[in-house]
């Protein structure tokens, strides 16, 4: 008699005990658990705390990255934008220090401060754009449009900065008949734009940036910018996507440039859900290419 009351009120300790651990893990709020088998509960108690303890784990992980990953964001962001403003500020103040006087002067440096401010809101710009991507912000419109004329409107627009370089742009082959694809057509010319911004960029002298555009597989095209400019050496290539990422920060630098284009331009393409592909080797040129549905 006194072993069944004894083992009873053990029996009912345990389970109040364990009845507080599964109040306590509000999570755990849907566990079944029964006052009649103790002892496999104990098993399931254990296995899904377990469980447990390995997703909050999880959590704390992501989250810890996402905080270093803004940390990190908001210091390339002042420091992105710190240059250009101290070059307009410096122009400024040498132009109210006296500088002002002598025109050829003065107008050197007005020149050269608007040139800052038009780097800082290009900068913005990108950000905004880049934000407005990462908080999955931009609706795309798509709808069915030529991409053989978007790439001829993406030269017209970019062979004045071709031709200070004497680069030049052009197709692989002759494109006689519209090829139809389905997408953001705006979107889509950002990422052509940024690809042959760069392309003249990291180019050579008297380069050739091509773009071809091909069938992939039965609803598929591939779109390839290749130019044989100063190319990038493999180990960078897996981070050329990355905000902010230059390969050589002090050459870039005097090509201007926010470090945003590509993880723009892999934003974009992602929100399409296609793929963007990248093939360098230095000093011999890079290749660019990306996949589009075609419309029926
Ligand atoms: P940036 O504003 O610096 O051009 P991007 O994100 O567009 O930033 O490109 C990141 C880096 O990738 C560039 O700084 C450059 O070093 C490298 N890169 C991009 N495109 C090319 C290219 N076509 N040829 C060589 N290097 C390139």
Same mark, same amino acid.
């Not at 940390?71 to 500020?89: A, C, I, R, Y």
């Not at 991409?147 to 071709?162: Q, R, S």
């Given at each position: ?104 002067? &003065? ?5 050269? &401060? ?23 912000? *931009? ?123 590509? &993880? ?6 992602? &929100? ?19 996949? *589009?549905?075609?419309?029926?």
């Amino acid at each position: 008699m006194s072993f069944l009351v004894t083992q009873y009120r053990v029996e009912n300790f345990i389970y109040k005990r364990i009845n507080q651990i599964y109040k306590d893990l509000t999570l755990l709020e849907s566990a079944s658990f029964s006052k009649e088998s103790i002892t496999t509960d104990m098993a399931t108690l254990t296995k899904q705390i377990d469980q447990y303890a390995k997703d909050k784990k999880l959590e704390i992980e992501t989250l810890k990255v996402r905080e270093e990953y803004r940390k990190e964001f908001m210091g390339n962001v002042s420091h992105e934008l710190k240059t250009p403003l101290f070059t307009v500020q410096g122009y400024l103040e040498t132009l109210l220090d006296g500088a002002m006087e002598d025109p050829n002067v &003065a107008d050197k440096y007005l020149k050269r &401060a608007t040139k800052g401010v038009e780097r800082l809101v290009y900068i913005v710009d990108d950000l905004d754009m880049i934000t407005k991507l990462e908080v999955g912000d *931009l609706r795309l419109d798509v709808k069915n449009f030529d991409i053989v004329a978007l790439v001829e409107g993406v030269f017209d627009l970019l062979e004045m900065k071709a031709s200070k370089k004497k680069i030049t742009l052009t197709f692989d082959t002759d494109y006689n008949e519209p090829i139809l694809v389905k997408g953001d057509q705006e979107r889509i010319q950002q990422v052509l734009t940024n690809l042959v911004v760069n392309s003249i960029k990291y180019g050579r002298e008297k380069g050739t940036t091509e773009i071809s555009i091909e069938r992939l597989i039965k609803n598929k095209v591939i779109v390839r910018v290749t130019d044989n400019g100063e190319g990038i050496e493999t180990k960078y290539i897996p981070r050329l996507f990355e905000r902010f990422f230059r390969v050589d920060k002090s050459g870039s630098r005097k090509v201007g440039g926010s470090g945003l284009g590509l &993880a723009i331009v892999k934003h974009i393409i992602e &929100a399409h859900d296609e793929k963007i592909y990248v093939e360098s080797e230095i000093n011999i040129g890079s290749e660019f290419s990306f996949t *589009l549905e075609k419309a029926e």
